[in-house]
């Protein structure tokens, strides 16, 4: 066994050794993968092997479907068999809701490049003729999709890793991971130690154990998933002898299963209620091959709709029960990236779909171990989107409740209920007693909109379809009632969410964004470093503040800062709350090592309200000492005011595009600035709006987000940043990369869309409206030629509006172009940036 190595893998499942392969076909020949026991012996040996496309996650969509492709090849690069069947994969949908949700997908895979047909029920017994098509609506099939042999498929990247120089030691157990002195891991195991410069936690379910080695404490806890395989029946018997094709993997997703032949017989993998979390500790150091007790009650249900189905499937014995371990997240999607506070941690876990994510996920980590950045936007797997709050606790009531809702329909803005609340502004109860429906991001509580007094729908009164998987909406409470509908289209609250529009637009509105991200940089070298690292200019003016983003090193944009300098050398930086962990992580990694700067966070120690609207600036006047007249506070600054008896650093700043003021406070006096705002506002018409109102005012604007328009895969300047990055200011990380690229030219340009006759093409096939929401397909005369980022209504200009991102030649104002939404084609045309006060006159005013 090697003693020095570049990379050490930990676990030799397929997650495992697909990391190892790609590093290896990277070039990087000395790297060690070390397994605890045989090669598979954790989750992978037992998996089904089934290849699903079918993912709303751009990151994991874009996984899946290099992994897929890969697995055609390995056989003729290693000469392992490994099984592949390309059978394709039929998803039933037997409701409106469901049909949404596909028509929504169809629109995400034609912009990541994966082949979707749609099917009648006709079609589906065509290729399926064992299944009863009986309450069909239609279905939809990946022809690329398909299963393999879990255990062939990891021998074979096992072969082609060795063959690039790699080792793999089996029967070799991890002790310890320690820092050496010069900053190297050491890596302890039973057969002597390995020096290394990076370790990839890739261990299944041990990747807590793993962790927790080096002080991590991962967001990863395996669940019980059990599945069925039948005796061989008689049927698909005789169809082999006849030489026709195999049927496929099938999926009844509003019965929460899927079914594929196995030897002329047939699996049955439900996903059901119930399922417990395993593995709590890690399994036990022996733990090989394991399989837990079979329990066929919790099934039942599936059990039945299956056979109603596909008869067949109760017309044959059972051969075999697998009950076995699968890790999980709180959001289902696997952690692959950097791990957070200690450099040079990768971490591979949490995958859900090993088998599918493996190629892909090793394929990226590689990159972005290798090349210092992944090729592609993976936001949506970067295991700094947890916090400290996902303990174990939380961890074991999400991922069961995520593995419940593996076949839920994925609605946008569907709010689950699971470990919540958990943490809440101290400005919740009053918020909660004012109508707020909240959602959680990053663990918070939020309001997300605002319901009348006493409103609620009933849930008895809905049209409920007769399918397992029928709930689209909250738990109701004791009367029977909920709050919201949630779906594909514009729901119940949508009237609710302009109400609070208008008034922020007319009026004054009042907001909690206790959950923003923030710290404090300070230290004789705060500003230098600061302006060594992002890309805008960092003000000289002590209280004026700038947008800043720190791009990634191939002139992507990896975070987005507010930044404000409100005491000599100390800046104060905000940014997303969801992005908490990775934003502050990207920070803390550059620090310089001579201790000239210093990171300090302070999120839950400050309380963010936002005053909005035309009436923020007299309703604050009421209340402070401090001159608020523009003169004496422009746009773009901050300073210390009292707020009554209290006091909040006033930065003159939002995100509704309005006249308006985020008020940064102590947290404890949250209440207290609360109630003063509330009583004051009364004559001015305050009332509180939530997130939702505020991504509509925002859309209006033109607003760009962290992972949708803002993104490594768009250099900045794509992205229409060229006001916050400036290549002539001196160096700073991205700069040269940046100025390259444009040289290269571009491959994308940000637009605004105005899109054309929602209302009407819905009152036509008598449907609810339903606008872009990103992802949606953007066309020109036939042909795709970008992506929507995102989209709604503007209730200021009463518009349906998108942002996306198009190709160059076709990005000028007034280019008419189309948008699939929901599988229907609407006209659209490029409008101006910020299609309401373009000239920023009422944020000035």
Known sequence: ?????????????????????????????????????????????HAAGLLPLFNMSYSVGQIHKYSVALYKTLEAETGQHVGFRQVSNIRLARTADRWDEYMYYAGVAATIGVKVNILTPLRVREIWPLCNIEGILGAIQHPDDGYIQPADLTQALAIGARAAGAEINRFTTVTAIEK?????????TDKGDIACEHVVSASGNFARRTGAMVGLDVPVIPVEHQYIVTEPHPAIVERHKLGLPEMGVLRESDSSWYMREENAGLILGPYEQGAPCCYLDGPSEGSEYELFQEDLDRLAPHIETAIARVPAFGEVGIKKVYNGAIAYTPDGSPIVGPAWGVKNFWLNEGHS??????????????EWIVEGEPSIDMMGVDPRRFGPYASLGYLRAKNEETYANVFTPHYPDEERAAARPLKRAPCQERMQALGAVFGSVYGWERPNWFAPRDYGVEVATLAKPDVLLNHNHPKPDAAGR??????????NYFDFVGAECRNVHENVGLQDMSPFAKCVISGPGAREWLEGILANRI???RGRIALCHLLSKNGGVRAEFTVYEHAPARFYLVSAGALERHDHDCLSKLLPADGSVTFETLTTRLGVLVLAGPNSR??????TDADMSNAAFPWLSGKLINI?????????????GE???????????????????WEAGKEFGLKPFGIRAMMSLALEKSYRLIGRELSIEYSAFESGLDRFVHPNKGAFIGRDALVRWRERGFANRFVTLEVHGIEQAAAEAGMTPSDARGSEPVLHAGEMVGRCTNGGYGWRTGKSLALAMVRPDLGEIGTELDVQILGRTHKATIVPESPFDAGNERLRA
């Open 1 to 45: 066994m090697r003693t020095h190595a570049r990379v050490v893998v930990i676990g030799g499942g397929v997650v495992g050794v697909s990391t190892l392969y790609h590093l290896a076909k990277k070039g990087w020949s000395d790297v060690v993968l070390v397994e605890r026991r045989e090669l598979t012996s954790g989750s992978t040996w």
């Open 180 to 188: 050496a002195v010069g900053g190297e891991w050491l890596v302890r």
């Open 353 to 366: 779909f090993g088998v599918t994510a493996a190629g892909g996920a090793g394929w990226q980590l590689a």
């Open 482 to 491: 909920v709050k919201e509908i949630w779906s594909f289209r514009r729901s």
């Open 539 to 541: 003000p000289k003016t």
């Open 618 to 623: 007299a309703l604050l006047q009421k209340l």
């Open 644 to 656: 009554g008896h209290a006091r909040a650093h006033a930065l003159r700043v939002n995100f509704v």
């Open 659 to 677: 006249l308006g003021y985020e008020l940064h406070h102590e947290i404890e006096m949250q209440n207290t600035i609360f109630d003063l705002l």
